[in-house]
């Protein structure tokens, strides 16, 4: 349905839980309606809501102009297709950057994800982007930072969905990363307005968009609960393809996965799998093969404990082996105490060969 485009742009801005909003409008049938209420005091809102509601259209346009942010509804040529699909798709969005063009994979997972995890997030964000496909994620810390991360090494954009304002870097210390995925030809969107608090409950409407404008879900790490288990059942929903890396049994942040797992998501074990899965799944990648996608990623490597494991049970042998290793170039240990594999892997039997 089309709405009057002067209505929502002025609701935009109030700042709306999205599922309120959209309950509201079905309800009375228009945008416009619910500003009349809002206006009235019939509908309860805060203070500055109500201020927010009465600025004119095209003095709201006039500042997003200014501030080089988009205001995007349903059937605008740059709205994307795959969300206004969606039952409970967004009313509007507010944009920054270009115009996201393609198809895009969601990789996501838990903030309080391992070295390791985060490592391999950025493989397969570069995979991934080298594969031809944009990464989408929330740009928050852990899994979803890492994604991004890894996928500016390669040609494809990539899309952050916030949740605050598309000028309201959150965490901070990730404004680096989103200002670098908007030079390099990205986008952010988001349904809060300009200003708007990153607050709590923000973010799982925003998790049922970057499911919806994915074609598959890739979640790295996650633990029995959090955003990233809620993504993958929005994707479920939504009829998308989730892929899962499996870990360790005992491990908080590889519950989730291995839960994702049991119950029918795809497992995926390193980057070209994933690109090679996802292939099977979305269909041929438009850019580069899945080997050819992978063979420039870098190694994650492996925990120094876990790299020892796998050379034996005596930790004096096991040490000797990986210095040995380390003085043949073989190895390296990185500054986050991660085993790296040289290009041409490590010679011998099994991952490492016998000691002398």
Known sequence: MTYDPDALIRVAHVGMHPDRLRKLVRKTGTPTRVLRRIESGELSVPASA???????????????R????????????????????????????????????GTAVAIVGTRACTTYGRRLAERYGEA?????????????????????AGSLRGPTPGIAVLGSGVDVWY????????????EAGGVVWSEAPPGARPLGWRFPPRNRIISGIAQAVVVVEAGAKGGALVTSR??????????????????????GCNLLIRDGAFPVLD??????????????APGATPSEASAAVADPGIPVADFLATLGDDPVLGMAELGRLMAQGAVTIDGDGMVVTAPGGVRGPGPAGPAG
């Open 50 to 64: 109500r201020e927010a509601a009465a600025v004119p259209a095209d003095e709201r346009r006039e500042q997003l």
């Open 234 to 255: 929005l994707a479920l929903e939504q009829g998308r393809d989730i892929f899962a890396t499996p870990g360790d049994v005992g491990r908080p942040s590889s519950v």
């Open 271 to 284: 980057a070209e799998d994933l690109v090679e899965s996802l292939e099977l799944a979305i269909g041929p």
């Open 66 to 101: 200014q501030a080089g942010i988009e205001f995007l509804v349903p059937g605008d040529s740059s709205f994307p297709g795959r969300l206004a699909e969606l039952d409970d798709a967004p009313l509007f969005l507010f944009q920054k950057g270009g115009r996201f063009e």
């Open 128 to 148: 991934v982007s080298r594969a031809g496909w944009w990464v989408a994620s929330g740009l928050a810390k852990g899994i979803d930072g890492a994604a991004h």
């Open 171 to 182: 965490p901070r210390l990730h404004r680096d990363l989103g200002m670098s995925l908007l």
